[in-house]
């Protein structure tokens, strides 16, 4: 072999090596063995829901026991709100863009209403200078018109 040529002392020193290595290997393995054999009760204890377990709470702590467990239960209420705000966040620039491109077209669609409105007096005064009025020119109410 190869170690046989390097010499003795080299050669000692990759058996020491390849040694521990394989001492590692065998506790490593026999840790594994353990938890196969342990995997039975793991898996048991792991399918046990913990809120069957009751924990040892100080007399004097159980009103904060209480305030915890109500705060716990608004938070738990509130989360899908607080991850749709926080997942909103990364938008709200774009979405601040397209409000302030809305307002804009919002305020240039009322300036033209305006423009009409104004258009649509003006014809409407022109209108009534250049035609005569009805009737000769008097207003009639309904008594003069015979109803």
């Not at 990759?14 to 506790?27: F, G, Y």
């Not at 009760?41 to 109500?70: D, G, W």
């Not at 997942?87 to 709200?92: A, F």
Request: charged share 20%; net charge neutral; aromatic share 4%.
């Amino acid at each position: 072999m190869v170690w046989v040529l390097l010499g003795s002392g080299v050669m000692l020193g990759c058996l020491l090596s390849t040694a521990r290595r394989l001492e590692d290997l065998q506790v490593f393995a026999s840790h594994l063995q353990e938890l196969l054999r342990e995997q039975s009760s793991l898996r048991q204890r792991l399918m046990k829901p913990f809120c069957q377990t009751n924990l040892p709470i100080e007399a004097h702590l159980h009103r904060y026991v209480v305030e915890l467990i109500r705060m716990v239960l608004d938070f738990m209420e509130n989360l899908e709100g607080h991850m749709n705000t926080v997942r909103t966040l990364p938008s709200l620039a774009d979405n601040v863009a397209k409000l302030n491109s809305g307002l804009a077209q919002l305020l240039a669609q009322v300036s033209e209403v305006e423009q009409l409105s104004q258009q649509v007096l003006q014809w409407k005064d022109l209108h009534r200078s250049a035609a005569p009025p009805p009737h000769g020119g008097q207003f009639r109410s309904r008594g003069d018109i015979g109803l």
